[in-house]
């Protein structure tokens, strides 16, 4: 501890050339203060000045200036030149130094022939050379660094608040900046008149076609804060009239730790068109399960694998074991947490959850305690066609990871499923809902905290309708819609994550935890939005719903009984009945939920063996409701 102690010490005392370099300017402003005191003080009687004392004086200042600097940070780079924290460090060194030099000199002044006011005079002089000095520097150091305003674009600003301040700055010092403020735009009266480092503003959003006729600025840059959609509607329609390129400046939430911090300009998302709950996190909670502890991600190539481990490793598990069957999708997982893609990580793990022996020697190895289950086949239309392989992947897969963590005695499970398990019309929900089941059997068993988390459809995952609708329109395709009556529930990547983590923390046993995703949205808005921010005109040919799809999802099956969470935790839970492993039987799942995917023979020997089957296990197989005891 002594050692860290002076190895500190040797730090506060250890001054760069730059740090020196500036001591000497204020050590300068101080003598020049000085004298500029004492000659005021003897009426400009410049003959009545007593060199000696006033030498004296003028050598304890530099020192005591020295060594106070020292204490408070000035001159060992601690702050950015010219900054508000600068400033706040001197003014605090300076009235230090001015009271106990004051002091001194009261003490003394009239003992040694110098007037006692000298050092009460003299401060606030050098105050101002000082910060005049540091002004300069910083005004020298923005000039070398000044955007080139020829080279790149000409671009409004939409919002004069502190995130439109900032942008200004950056592009005007940033010599790589491709855009150049020419002006601000701003619904706030009382900011009619700002102007920011001589960029003003110009006028309101319903202003915005003349002001970048005028300007001629192509490029507009919201700079708006938690900007919602009804506001991002606004601006679209007002760009539209004059075709300007809308760019967006976000205020990221650093997935999990809480930070803000402002994000690079990127372009208009159909995320930002499109109204949704805002989440807010229980970071506490999530921290806590996660900390320092072993955890594996099944599925960890996928969209939503991927991004929950990006999140899991901000809170610094002990180990994070990521998993999946293909190898190209792990190695985009390993660049985005890592930037690399050697796929020499011990992490990460190749494997197949359908391979239950294999799956078995990962879980031995890692023992996680706690498990998020993403791995899944997803598409309706081709798991309608090929059931067998929603059953060996959803059911059995879901089992066998499952029977693994079970085995290793993994503390939280988290099977992620999705609300077309909700009343299950197709493959994909049947299969999915059958894996909620399995889920909870689980957790009665295990008595764990075992439960599974239903979401709707996710902005930008990998397969999802939003990335298919906008390479129809850069191919410029048709797009095609099922029905323009259709709607589904949205939300992006990165708040499903966050979401499906909390639920990590806030679940109980057996629970099936809804997450909040507002109202539910129709397909044609989003198509009609995502076509007019293109610029394009674009064919929408409406196909007609496919076997077994739904015009509207729900997020409850029919008798689901459900009980909503405190709204901090923007979740609601669902009891989802257990089904015990020993009951599935892949024919007579099929049967019920897709007879005619049987052959004629194994249909007519299934609907007979079901007959004898009592209404619950019926129902059972349906999805709907459950008997434990089946």
Not at 197 to 224: N, W
Not at 311 to 338: N, V
Not at 468 to 482: A, E, G, N, S
């Amino acid at each position: 501890m002594s050692e860290n102690l002076g190895s500190y010490d040797h730090l506060i005392w250890e001054l760069p050339a730059s740090g020196w370099r500036q001591w000497l300017l204020d050590s300068c402003a101080w003598i020049a203060a000085l004298i500029a005191a004492v000659i005021l003080r003897t009426e400009f009687q410049i003959s009545q000045i007593d060199l000696w004392p006033a030498g004296a004086m003028i050598l304890l200042v530099v020192v005591v200036h020295l060594i106070a600097g020292i204490v408070g940070w000035l001159y060992q780079g601690r702050y950015v030149p010219g900054s508000f924290e600068e400033v706040r460090a001197l003014g605090w060194v300076m009235v230090v130094e001015a009271v106990l030099l004051g002091a001194v000199c009261i003490a003394v002044g009239n003992d040694v022939g110098l007037p006692r006011s000298t050092v009460l005079l003299a401060a606030p002089m050098a105050l101002i050379v000082m910060l005049a000095v540091r002004f300069l520097r910083r005004l020298f150091r923005e000039r070398q660094h000044r955007g080139n305003g020829k080279a790149a674009r000409r671009a409004l600003i939409f919002g004069a608040g502190s995130l439109g301040q900032i942008m200004v700055q950056r592009m005007l010092t940033d010599e790589n900046s491709p855009y150049w403020p020419v002006g601000l735009l701003d619904d706030d009266g009382t900011k009619a008149h700002l102007s920011i480092r001589k960029v003003p503003v110009l006028g309101k959003l319903k202003d915005l076609v003349l002001v970048a006729k005028r300007m001629q600025a192509p490029v507009l840059i919201v700079a708006v804060a938690n900007a919602d959609a009804n506001l991002m509607k606004r601006i679209v329609e007002a760009a539209a009239q004059y075709e300007i390129d809308i760019k967006v400046v976000p205020t990221l939430e650093k997935s999990l730790g809480g930070r803000k911090e402002v994000g690079p300009v990127r372009d208009l998302t159909i995320e930002d068109l499109i109204e949704r709950p805002v989440i807010n996190l229980d970071i506490a909670s999530i921290a806590k399960y996660l900390a320092f502890k072993r955890v594996l991600v099944t599925g960890a190539g996928g969209s939503i694998g991927q991004e929950l481990c990006v999140q899991i490793r901000k809170y610094r598990p002990a180990s994070l074991i990521m998993l999946d069957h293909d190898e190209t999708h792990l190695q985009d997982t390993e660049f985005a947490l890592w930037g690399t893609g050697l796929l020499m990580q011990p992490e990460i793990v190749l494997a197949d959850i359908r391979d239950r022996d294999r799956l078995m020697d990962v879980f031995r190895q890692w023992k996680p305690e706690v498990v998020f289950h993403a791995a899944a086949l997803k598409h309706v239309p081709m798991l309608q066609r090929y059931p067998i392989e929603a059953w060996d992947t959803n059911v059995l897969g879901t089992l066998n990871v499952l029977e693994c963590a079970r085995a290793v005695g993994t503390e939280v499970f988290v099977n992620i499923s999705t609300d077309k398990a909700a009343d299950p019309t197709t493959i994909l929900g049947h299969s999915k809902r059958l894996a909620e089941c399995l889920t909870s059997w689980f957790g009665e068993q295990t008595g764990r905290r075992y439960c599974s988390v239903r979401f709707g459809n996710v902005f930008g995952s990998r397969g999802s309708m939003i990335p298919l609708f906008k390479k129809m329109i850069d191919r410029d395709l048709p797009i095609t819609v099922t029905s323009k009556d259709a709607t589904r529930y949205f939300m992006t990547i990165p708040e499903a994550c966050q979401l499906v983590v909390q639920a990590g923390a806030i679940g109980s046993r057996g629970d099936v935890m809804i997450l909040d995703m507002g109202s539910p949205v129709r397909i044609m808005d989003i198509v009609n939005r995502m076509i007019a921010t293109s610029g394009k005109e674009c064919e929408v040919q409406v196909t007609g719903i496919r076997g077994g799809e739904k015009i509207n999802e729900v997020l409850f099956s029919h008798g689901e009984q459900d009980d909503v969470s405190s709204p901090r935790d923007r979740t609601v839970r669902a009891l989802v009945p257990p089904v015990a492993p020993q009951n599935l039987d892949y024919q007579g799942w099929l049967a019920m939920v897709a007879p005619e995917m049987l052959t004629e023979p194994e249909a007519s020997k299934e609907v007979t063996d079901l007959e004898a089957m009592n209404r619950e296990a019926r129902l059972l197989a349906a999805g709907i409701t459950m008997n434990p005891q089946i």
